[in-house]
Nanobody
Framework: HVQLVESGGGSVQAGGSLKLSCKVSGHSRGSNCMGWFRQAPGKEREGVAGIIAGSGRTSYANSVKGRFTISQDNAKNTVYLQMNSLKPEDTAMYFC???????????????????WGQGTQVTVS
C-alpha cells in the first residue's frame, strides 16, 4: 500500500518562497513518474510540476515555469517542490502524486497517477 505524505505548506507573503516535501513509502518498485498538483476552491486539480523516472525529464505548468522546481532524492524516497516568487494566485491545496499505471507522457495529467497524498495548504497573501 503506497503512502505519500506532504509537508512544508504554510502562509507566505507574495514574493516569498516555500519548499514542499513528499515522502513516499510502501512501494515495492519505483513509480513511473512523480508530480505535484494543486487545487484551489471551485477549480479543477491542475498539474504544476512532474518528473519522469529514468529520464529525469521535468515538466512544468506555464504558470509556474521559472519559479518552481521539482526534484527528487531517491535515497530518501522524497520528492520536493521548491516554490519561489510566490504569487497570490498560487494559493491552493498542493498534492503530491505517484504514477504506477504505465509510461508517463506528460507527468502533468491526473490520469497518469494512481497514488495521492492528503495535500498541504499553501496560502500567498
Amino acid at each position: 500500500h503506497v503512502q505519500l505524505v506532504e509537508s512544508g505548506g504554510g502562509s507566505v507573503q507574495a514574493g516569498g518562497s516555500l519548499k514542499l516535501s513528499c515522502k513516499v513509502s510502501g512501494h515495492s518498485r519505483g513509480s513511473n513518474c512523480m508530480g505535484w498538483f494543486r487545487q484551489a476552491p471551485g477549480k479543477e486539480r491542475e498539474g504544476v510540476a512532474g518528473i519522469i523516472a529514468g529520464s529525469g525529464r521535468t515538466s512544468y505548468a506555464n504558470s509556474v515555469k521559472g519559479r518552481f522546481t521539482i526534484s527528487q532524492d531517491n535515497a530518501k524516497n522524497t520528492v520536493y517542490l521548491q516554490m519561489n516568487s510566490l504569487k497570490p494566485e498560487d494559493t491552493a491545496m498542493y498534492f503530491c502524486a505517484a504514477g504506477y499505471l504505465g509510461p508517463c507522457l506528460t507527468s502533468l495529467s491526473v490520469f497518469e497517477y494512481n497514488a495521492w497524498g492528503q495535500g498541504t495548504q499553501v496560502t500567498v497573501s
